[in-house]
C-alpha cells in the first residue's frame, strides 16, 4: 500500500455514512529500525469535511502564523476527526471503509 | 490533538527533497510504502521515486499518461518505482538524508540518459564553473 | 574588513541587480503618461520584494531548500505542478523580454537590426551560465547595472523643482485626461514590474548556491533591506526622467531608444553610452537570473540535482531545462514580436502569478518545526499578511484591467 | 515553447483588434482620430527631440537611426490603421479625416526625410526637416486636443 491511496481517499462507516476525506496520516517514530532511523508508523487518519488547505500543516505540528491564514484553514477544517488505522476494514476504489461508527 | 511525539507523515515526509549524504539532490519523495504491522499501524517500509510515484497523485488524465509514458519507457513487464528501502534513511529534517549516493542507488534513469546523450558531449560539462 | 567590504559588494550587486527590463519599461511609460502620480506603487512594490525576499532568503539559509522545493512539500504534487507551469510560462516570457531587451540595447548601440543580435546574445547567455561561477556571474552583471545610476544623474542635471516633485509622488494626482481604468491598469502593471516571481527562486536560490546558514541571515538582510530600496530608486529616476523630458513633449514610451532619451538630453553622449551599458547589463543580468530560474524550478518541483555548484554533468536535467527554455526564449523574441510588448505582458502575467509564490513562502516562514528561531516575528507576518491581500487583489484585477483598457492604450 | 509566443501574438492581436473594428458613430470615430493624432505626435516629438539632441551633441548617430526608424515605423502602422476605419457617412467625420490625414502624411514624410539625412549624415537637411516635423508636431498636438484626447 501506498500513502497515496489513504491520502484524499474517501472515509465511510460501517453504516455506509460518509465522514470525510484522509488529509492527513498521523504517525510516531516507533516502528523497527532496521537502519539508522526507526521507520515512522502510521497510527491514525485525519479525517476531515474538506480538502482544500489541508497540507498548510494549519491542524498539526504548532503551525501558527500568519494568524489570518490559521483562521481561515481552520474555519473551513472545523470538524475533523482522528481515526485509528485499526479500524480500518479495507480499502478499495479509492475509499476507506471502517468496521464501525466512531462518534 | 497535537502532541509531541506524533507527527504528519504528509507534512514531514512526502514530498521532501531525498539528499545523499553530502547533500546532492537525488529525487523526491513522490510518495510512502506502508505496510500493515503486526503490533498494529502502517510502518513505512520505502520511499517511492519517479514517474510511476508521482503520476498516480497527479489529477485525471495527465497522471495517467505520465504512469503509461514511464512504463512504454522502462524495462521489463511490470515496471514498479525506485523505491529506496527506509533503512538507507539516517535523518528526517528539511530534507531526508540518504547513506547512499544516486549513483550507488541507480535510481536516476532520465537524469543518466540526459547525462550521456547530450550532457557530456557538451565540452566543458566535466569542469567547474570559473 | 574583509567581512564589510562583502556585505558592500552585496549591497550594491543588490541594487545594479535590481532592475530589468520590466522595471525599464514600466516606470518611462508611467512616468511618460502618468508623471510622477503611479510611484508610490513602485515603492509599495519594493517594500513587498524586500518582505518576500529575505523571508524566501531566510528559509533557503536555514533548510538549504530553495523556493519550489517549499512550494511543492506545501502545496502537494497537483496545485504544485499547476503553480510550476504558471510560474514557467511567465519566466520564460520574462526571459524572452530580456534577451529581447539585450538586443535592442545592442542596436541603440551599434544601429544594426536587433534581430541580428539574438542568436548571439542567446549563445551568450547559454555560456555564461555554462561556464561562469555563480557569484562571478551575480557580481559581474550586479555591478555594470549600477552604470543605470545615470539616471538619477540625469534627474538632477534636469534639476525639478524638488518640494513639488517630493509633492508630486507622495500626494499623487491621476492625470485628468486619463481614464481611472489606465491608471490602474499601469499601476498593476508597475506593481508586477517590481515584484517579478523569478526574483524570489533566484534569491532563495541563490542562497543555496553560495551556501548560506543561519550565520548569513544578518548579511542577508543588509543586502535586501538597504540593496532592493536603492535600486527602487533608480526606477524612480527612471519614471522621474521620463516626466520631466518626454511627458511635456506628449511622448508615450514604446521603444527602448525613447528610454534612453532623457539621459541624451540631460548628460549628453557620454551619458547615454553609460546608459545603454546599464541597459545591456540589467537585461543581460536578468536573462541570466530568468534562465536559470526556470532551470531552478522545475528541478526543484522534481527533486533532481540543481545548481551551478556542482559540475554541469551532475545535474544534467537542470541544464537541460535551462537549454530548452533558452531555445524557447530565442525563438519567441525571432517571432518579431515586438519585445517592449513582450515585456508589458509578461509583467502584468507576473502580477498575476504573484500569490502563488508568496502565499507558500509566508506559510513555510511560519512553521516552527522548519524554521526554528529564524520562525517570522509578528511584523513580518501582519505586513506579510497585508501584503498577501494587496497581492491577491492585484492578481484578480490585473486581467480585467487589461481587457477594459486593451493593454492600456 | 511556441505557447508563449502564441499567447503574445494572440494578445497582440487582442489588442489591435480594439483599433481595427469599424467606427460606428460620430463621437467614438472623432476619439479614434484624437487618440491617432495623440500616437503620430509621440512619434513625431520623439524624432524631433532626439534629432535637435543629435545637432547639440548629445546622442550619437547610432542612437539616433534606430530611434528614427522605429518614429518611421510608428506613424506607418498608425496611419494604416486609421484609414482601416470605415468613417461614418457624415460631413463631420469627412471633416476629421480631412484635418487628420494630410497631418499624417507630412509627419510620415518628415521622418522619413529625416532618416535618410541622418544615413547621408547631411545636417542642414536635417535641421530643416527637423523644423518641418516640429511644426506638424504642433498641429497634431492641436487637433488632438481639440477633438478631446
Known sequence: ?103 | MTDDDTFDLRLRLLDRQVVDPDGAMICKVDDVELVPADDGGYVVTALLAGPLALGPRLPGRLGRWTVALARRWADGPDPAPRRIPFERVTELGSAVVLDRTRDQLGIARLEDWVRTHVIDRIPGSRHESE | ?409 | ?149
Not at chain 3, 35 to 42: A, R, Y
Not at chain 3, 113 to 125: H, K, S, T
Not at chain 4, 114 to 121: D, N, S, T, V
Request: proline residues 4%.
Open chain 4, 1 to 149: 515553447m511556441n505557447r508563449t509566443s502564441l499567447l503574445g501574438i494572440g494578445l497582440g492581436l487582442l489588442a489591435l483588434g480594439g483599433c481595427v473594428a469599424p467606427a460606428p458613430d460620430d463621437a467614438s470615430y472623432e476619439s479614434k482620430a484624437a487618440m491617432t493624432a495623440q500616437a503620430a505626435l509621440s512619434a513625431a516629438r520623439t524624432a524631433v527631440l532626439s534629432t535637435h539632441s543629435f545637432s547639440d551633441g548629445g546622442l550619437p548617430g547610432t542612437y539616433l537611426e534606430p530611434v528614427l526608424e522605429d518614429a518611421e515605423q510608428t506613424l506607418g502602422s498608425v496611419r494604416d490603421t486609421f484609414d482601416s476605419v470605415q468613417p461614418p457617412a457624415t460631413s463631420a467625420a469627412d471633416d476629421l479625416r480631412g484635418a487628420l490625414d494630410p497631418l499624417l502624411e507630412s509627419a510620415s514624410s518628415d521622418v522619413t526625410d529625416l532618416r535618410i539625412a541622418a544615413r547621408r549624415g547631411r545636417s542642414g537637411d536635417l535641421a530643416s526637416a527637423a523644423d518641418d516635423l516640429s511644426g506638424v508636431a504642433d498641429r497634431l498636438e492641436a487637433f488632438g486636443q481639440e477633438h478631446g484626447g
Open chain 1, 1 to 103: 500500500m501506498r500513502a497515496s491511496d489513504l491520502l484524499g481517499a474517501e472515509v465511510h462507516t460501517a453504516d455506509g455514512g460518509r465522514l470525510g476525506v484522509v488529509t492527513g496520516l498521523r504517525c510516531t517514530s516507533d516502528g523497527p529500525s532496521t537502519g539508522g532511523l526507526p521507520a515512522p508508523r502510521v497510527r491514525a487518519l485525519q479525517v476531515t469535511g474538506r480538502h482544500v488547505g489541508a497540507a498548510l500543516g494549519y491542524q498539526q505540528d504548532g503551525q501558527r502564523g500568519p494568524w489570518l491564514v490559521r483562521a481561515l484553514v481552520q474555519a473551513l477544517h472545523r470538524r475533523t476527526a482522528l481515526v485509528d488505522v485499526g479500524s480500518i476494514d479495507r480499502i478499495e476504489d479509492g475509499t476507506v471503509h471502517l468496521s464501525g461508527t466512531p462518534d
Open chain 3, 1 to 409: 574588513m574583509k567581512r564589510i567590504l562583502s556585505v558592500f559588494l552585496g549591497v550594491l550587486t543588490a541594487i545594479g541587480g535590481f532592475v530589468d527590463i520590466g522595471d525599464l519599461v514600466a516606470n518611462a511609460l508611467a512616468g511618460a503618461r502618468f508623471g510622477l502620480s503611479l510611484v508610490w506603487v513602485t515603492m509599495l512594490g519594493v517594500v513587498g520584494i524586500c518582505l518576500f525576499a529575505e523571508m524566501s532568503g531566510r528559509v533557503a539559509a536555514v533548510t538549504r531548500r530553495g523556493t519550489f522545493d517549499v512550494i511543492r512539500e506545501r502545496l502537494g504534487p497537483r496545485a504544485g505542478l499547476i503553480n510550476l507551469v504558471a510560474s514557467v510560462l511567465v519566466t520564460v516570457l520574462t526571459f524572452t523580454a530580456e534577451i529581447g531587451g539585450v538586443a535592442l540595447a545592442l542596436e541603440l548601440a551599434t544601429s544594426v537590426n536587433y534581430l541580428l543580435f539574438v542568436p548571439v546574445v542567446g549563445f551568450a547567455v547559454w555560456l555564461v551560465i555554462w561556464r561562469l561561477k555563480f557569484s562571478a556571474l551575480e557580481n559581474v552583471f550586479g555591478l555594470l547595472g549600477l552604470a543605470l545610476i545615470v539616471f538619477a544623474v540625469a534627474l538632477w542635471k534636469l534639476g525639478p523643482d524638488w518640494s513639488e516633485f517630493l509633492h508630486s509622488i507622495v500626494a499623487p494626482r491621476k492625470p485628468a485626461t486619463e481614464d481611472l481604468s489606465t491608471y490602474l491598469y499601469y499601476g498593476v502593471a508597475l506593481f508586477g514590474a517590481a515584484l517579478t516571481p523569478y526574483e524570489v527562486f533566484f534569491f532563495s536560490s541563490g542562497a543555496v548556491e553560495e551556501r548560506w546558514t543561519a550565520k548569513d541571515i544578518a548579511t542577508s538582510r543588509v543586502n535586501v533591506f538597504l540593496g532592493f530600496p536603492l535600486g527602487g530608486l533608480l526606477s524612480v529616476a527612471i519614471a522621474g526622467c521620463a516626466a520631466l523630458v518626454l511627458m511635456p513633449q506628449g511622448i508615450e514610451v514604446d521603444t527602448l531608444g525613447q528610454v534612453g532619451l532623457p539621459v541624451a538630453v540631460a548628460v549628453g553622449k557620454l551619458g547615454l553610452a553609460v546608459a545603454i551599458l546599464g541597459f545591456v547589463a540589467a537585461t543581460f543580468g536578468a536573462a541570466l537570473e530568468t534562465g536559470l530560474s526556470t532551470g531552478y524550478s522545475v528541478a526543484q518541483y522534481f527533486g533532481w540535482q540543481w545548481g551551478k555548484f556542482v559540475k554541469p554533468r551532475q545535474a544534467a536535467r537542470f541544464h537541460i531545462v535551462v537549454l530548452l527554455s533558452l531555445m524557447a526564449a530565442i525563438a519567441g523574441v525571432l517571432t518579431t514580436a515586438d519585445p517592449i510588448k513582450v515585456t508589458e505582458y509578461s509583467i502584468v502575467f507576473s502580477a498575476v502569478a504573484l500569490p502563488l509564490t508568496y502565499f507558500p513562502i509566508l506559510v513555510v516562514a511560519n512553521d516552527p518545526v522548519y524554521m526554528g528561531e529564524h520562525v517570522n516575528g509578528r511584523l513580518s507576518n501582519v505586513l506579510g499578511t497585508l501584503f498577501l491581500f494587496i497581492i491577491g487583489i492585484v492578481a484578480v484585477a490585473a486581467i480585467p484591467l487589461m481587457l477594459i483598457t486593451a493593454a492600456g492604450q
